[in-house]
C-alpha cells in the first residue's frame, strides 16, 4: 500500500487549518503589513522544496510556500473583514 497521498492530503488540510488563525493573528498584531512576512515565508519555503531530495518533504513545504503566498491575499481580506465588523481590531492597526 502507498501512504503518500493520504500522508500529503493529512500534512496540507493541517497546513491550510493552520494559516487560518495565523492570518487572523497576524492581521490582528501587525495590520496588513504582515504580508511581508508571509511572501518571504513563501520564498523561503519554496527553495527549501527545490533543494531537500525526499519527494514527501518537498511536497509538504511547497505546500507551505502557497499557503504562504495564499495568506498575503488573505491579509488583506481579513482587513476587509475588520472594517465590516466581522472581527475585532487589535493593536496592529492604526487609529484614525
Request: charged letters at 15%; hydrophobic letters at 55%.
Amino acid at each position: 500500500m502507498n501512504f503518500t497521498g493520504l500522508l500529503v492530503g493529512l500534512s496540507t488540510f493541517l497546513i491550510i487549518g493552520l494559516f487560518h488563525p495565523l492570518v487572523m493573528k497576524a492581521e490582528y498584531y501587525i495590520g496588513v503589513k504582515s504580508w511581508i512576512i508571509f511572501a518571504l515565508a513563501g520564498v523561503v519555503f519554496s527553495v527549501f522544496s527545490l533543494l531537500v531530495k525526499g519527494f514527501i518533504l518537498s511536497t509538504i513545504l511547497g505546500v507551505v510556500a502557497f499557503s504562504s503566498f495564499w495568506s498575503i491575499l488573505e491579509v488583506f481580506e481579513q482587513r476587509e473583514r475588520v472594517r465590516k465588523g466581522w472581527f475585532p481590531k487589535g493593536p496592529g492597526h492604526k487609529s484614525n
